[in-house]
Structures are given as structure tokens and as C-alpha cells.
DNA sequence: CCCTTTTTCGTCATCACGACGATAACCACT
DNA sequence: AGTGGTTATCGTCGTGATGACGAAAAAGGG
């Protein structure tokens, strides 16, 4: 294997959250060159016994703190354009990590401390290496993935209603939806949501039912976005 | 970066065709240890200073001869699992082709030489390293992707009929679809197709419109295989 | 007790879709 | 030329999903 060109590899996350209505992902700030200052997804190298899911666990672990709280992590994909990291060759597994607004702060176990931050400020704002190319698909990944798939849920804590999971759709897809034909869509999808059997209380109107995310894998038929 | 473990990285290619009525996917035989002998997908090592698309079409060409025959080229995804290559550590970047049957014979460069094989006689064939799962994924990548997006025409030749890509359909999906219902639909869902002006001649029964891929990137509505 | 807020249930017109029937336009054969 | 076979294309009809909306139910706050 000497005679072949020796790479490095790294796993990136894109870790997604809906928190006060706004759709964040959480960045570090770089402690060291390159782009020493400038803010970046968090990752780190592969181990050399390590699988690449295990790689993303651990970092995702690692910069929430929290030892998988739910949500939902799947490969993204991969990144490896000569130069696109000036200390060598480096190859980036990323990952997208849904997950539903953590309680406890983030405080990462690493040097540089992670923050969340809305996507809709991002605006000008450069990432390092090429990692605005890498949340750039994150976001488009997980708002195609919305419609087809429960994975909404994997923004909600483990017991939500349905106008939680309606704010959802609306922070992802910035738009609007109608809460009453949201509810029949959502409530007859087999295998979407199950009841769990309890309301909330204390809040504002009339109390919700507090729904578990279903067995469903694919939604059939899927929440489409307006098209016309 | 002398500190971090070094990988070796590949591209292995999951390619795809549809020709008499089958789908059937390209491999090589391997001639050299490991799995010598066995059915592998074509592949290689990541020169370094390519990226990593640039690696894909390479091989794509190589292996099929033709350089880029129209068709379609995705990334897969990465697949890096400690012990799937017993000379080393290496991860291997999987991509999805999907390719019009070639009139031309499969011919590569390479040593061992590809030949199309239908996945249906696949049953208990076991293919070496972990290329089994990676078709797997590939063959449910491509028929998730027949349902929202238009690439099935990708499975056509430049000018088409809509018979030609219904038995795309049925082929990749295992169904039959009504041909009244399937022409409706697909003549119907803007972007899809493009009528071309001409039709064919010589074939039996009535000529049938000849039509090129459209300019529409999603499905709206999507082709939804049987739910219920 | 009334008002506001939010959830949940219905209604209605429209549209997409599955299951067909019917017709059009070619070829092969007599 | 005529007939039959084959395939493409157009229509029809009933059903189910969907968007736009009305209305009732169920809480809290004054």
C-alpha cells in the first residue's frame, strides 16, 4: 500500500437544531491556523481502528456533550478537492445531525467552544476550508428530506405535539402552513406519529396531544411543498 | 500532519444500465489477490492531485471506454470500515452512474475485463471487500431516485419514447405500469420530457413521439410507486 | 362569565390517479 | 386493397388526497 498516495481523513458535522423559531447549526470558532479566528463545522480526524459512523458519533458527542440524545445522523457526503485544506491532502467524510433543541448548554469538550448559530444570519459570512459548500448541502439535504421522510421528528423532543412539529416544517421550509389540513395530513399518515395517550398543560388554548414519532421510514404519500 | 494516521482513498463505481429488460450493473473479475476471482465493481485509487469527482469519471471512462456518454454521475457515499481491505486502511468514495445501453461492447483498459451482469441473477453471489452492501445501497439509491426525479432518462438514449422509459420503470422497480396512465402522467408533469417534433419509423404498431430529457430537476408530482 | 387562544373536526371544490374503453396509425400478410 | 395484429394516444369515470375555509371544543385570563 507505500506505492499508493497516503490521504488524510476527517468526518465534518452538520449539526441542525430549530430553537426559537430560527433553524440553527452549530459552529466552532477556530483556535489555530488555518483560518485561525474564522468560524467552521465541527469534526475532526479518523481514528485508526475507527469506522466512519463511529468517528461521527464520537465527535457529535464530543461537541454537544451529550452521549447521543436522540435526533438523527446520516452520512452526507464527501469532500476532497486538492487544496481545500493548505496543510495537505485531507479528505472530509461529512455528516448531518438533526437534533432536537438540547436543554444543556453546548459546551464541547474540545479546546474551541461550539455555538449555535441561525442559519438566516449567515449571510455573507465565510466559513473555513470549504465548509459553506458542505452546510450549503446539509441544508438542501434536510429540507428535501422533510418531505418524504418522518425525520421531522428528529427535531422534537421525544414527546411533541403537532403544532411543534408543524413549527418545524415552517422554520425548515420558511414558510407557512395550515395548521388544520398540517393536523388531518400528519394524524392520517400511517405510521407518521402515535398518539402516547396524554395532553399538555398549562399552556396557552386548548391542550394538544402529545404524539412519538411512528414507525413509518417513508411518508406514502410524502409533505409536499407548494409547487404551483 | 505527519501525526495523523494516513488512509488510502479509492472511488469504486455502482454502474447501472437497463438492457433487455433487465437491469444490470458493471463488474470486473478480479485477477489479483485479495478476492482473486471474485465479481468486484470496478475501481481504483484517487490520484494525488485529483479530486474526487475528476477520480469517478476517470474511471467511469475507463472502464466503459466511452468518455462521459451523456448518463448520470453521483456520489454514493463512503465506505471506510477498519478491516474491509486486508492490506490496509483504506475508504473507499462509492459513486452511482446510470448509463443508456451502450452499443458499444464494454471494452477497458484495465487487466480484468467489466462485463454487465443482471442483478437479478445475483441472488447468493457474494462480491468482494464490502461491495455487496454498496450495491445494495446503489440499487435502492437509484430506484428512490426513479420516483422524484426525472432520471430515468438517464437509463435512455438522447431522443426517446415514453414506452422506452416506461420499461425503465418496470425494469427498476420490478412492476408493471399502465401505459395509458404512465403516458398521461409523464407528458403531463412539466419538465419531465420534451417533445422532439419526429417519431419513429419502422418499428411495429404505431409510430410513437420521440421526446429528450426535460429541464425540470424534481418530480412535481413525484412518480409514486404502488403504496397501498 | 366573556374573550382570546389554540386544537381539532367538517365541508367543499379541485386535482391527481388507478382502472379501464375507444380510437389512431402503423406493419405484415393475404 | 383489405384485413388483422400491434402499439400509441386520447377520454371517461370513480375515488382519494389536497387547499381553502368554517366551526366547535377546551383551556386560561380578565
Redesign the pocket.
Same mark, same amino acid.
Request: charged fraction near 25%; hydrophobic fraction near 40%.
Given at each position: 500500500m507505500a506505492e499508493y498516495p497516503p490521504f488524510a481523513v476527517t468526518v465534518d458535522l452538520v449539526v441542525l437544531t430549530v430553537r426559537a423559531d430560527e433553524l440553527a447549526v452549530l459552529l466552532v470558532r477556530r483556535g489555530v491556523p488555518p483560518y485561525e479566528g474564522a468560524w467552521a463545522l465541527p469534526g475532526g480526524f479518523v481514528g485508526v481502528d475507527e469506522d466512519l459512523p463511529d468517528a461521527a458519533a464520537r465527535e457529535l458527542a464530543e461537541e454537544t456533550g451529550l452521549p447521543e440524545p436522540a435526533g438523527h445522523l446520516e452520512q452526507l457526503g464527501t469532500y476532497g478537492r486538492p487544496g481545500r485544506d493548505p496543510r495537505g491532502r485531507v479528505v472530509t467524510v461529512a455528516w448531518l445531525a438533526l437534533l432536537p433543541d438540547l436543554p444543556a448548554p453546548v459546551a464541547g469538550t474540545d479546546a474551541a467552544a461550539a455555538e449555535w448559530v441561525p442559519v438566516a444570519g449567515l449571510g455573507r459570512r465565510r466559513l473555513a476550508f470549504d465548509h459553506d459548500r458542505i452546510l450549503a448541502d446539509g441544508l438542501e439535504r434536510a429540507r428535501a428530506k422533510l418531505e418524504y421522510t418522518p425525520l421531522a421528528t428528529a427535531f422534537c423532543p421525544a414527546e411533541f405535539?403537532?403544532? *411543534?412539529l408543524?413549527t418545524v416544517y415552517e422554520t425548515v421550509w420558511g414558510t407557512r402552513l395550515?395548521?388544520?389540513?398540517?393536523?388531518?395530513?400528519v394524524?392520517?399518515?400511517p405510521g407518521f406519529v402515535t398518539p402516547v395517550g396524554r395532553?399538555?398543560?398549562?399552556?396557552?388554548?386548548?391542550?394538544?396531544?402529545l404524539f412519538r414519532r411512528g414507525p413509518a421510514t417513508l411518508l406514502h404519500?410524502?409533505?409536499?411543498r407548494? *409547487?404551483?
Amino acid at each position: 500500500m507505500a506505492e499508493y498516495p497516503p490521504f488524510a481523513v476527517t468526518v465534518d458535522l452538520v449539526v441542525l437544531t430549530v430553537r426559537a423559531d430560527e433553524l440553527a447549526v452549530l459552529l466552532v470558532r477556530r483556535g489555530v491556523p488555518p483560518y485561525e479566528g474564522a468560524w467552521a463545522l465541527p469534526g475532526g480526524f479518523v481514528g485508526v481502528d475507527e469506522d466512519l459512523p463511529d468517528a461521527a458519533a464520537r465527535e457529535l458527542a464530543e461537541e454537544t456533550g451529550l452521549p447521543e440524545p436522540a435526533g438523527h445522523l446520516e452520512q452526507l457526503g464527501t469532500y476532497g478537492r486538492p487544496g481545500r485544506d493548505p496543510r495537505g491532502r485531507v479528505v472530509t467524510v461529512a455528516w448531518l445531525a438533526l437534533l432536537p433543541d438540547l436543554p444543556a448548554p453546548v459546551a464541547g469538550t474540545d479546546a474551541a467552544a461550539a455555538e449555535w448559530v441561525p442559519v438566516a444570519g449567515l449571510g455573507r459570512r465565510r466559513l473555513a476550508f470549504d465548509h459553506d459548500r458542505i452546510l450549503a448541502d446539509g441544508l438542501e439535504r434536510a429540507r428535501a428530506k422533510l418531505e418524504y421522510t418522518p425525520l421531522a421528528t428528529a427535531f422534537c423532543p421525544a414527546e411533541f405535539t403537532v403544532a *411543534q412539529l408543524r413549527t418545524v416544517y415552517e422554520t425548515v421550509w420558511g414558510t407557512r402552513l395550515d395548521p388544520r389540513n398540517f393536523h388531518r395530513k400528519v394524524t392520517g399518515t400511517p405510521g407518521f406519529v402515535t398518539p402516547v395517550g396524554r395532553s399538555t398543560e398549562g399552556e396557552r388554548g386548548r391542550p394538544a396531544q402529545l404524539f412519538r414519532r411512528g414507525p413509518a421510514t417513508l411518508l406514502h404519500p410524502p409533505m409536499l411543498r407548494q *409547487q404551483r
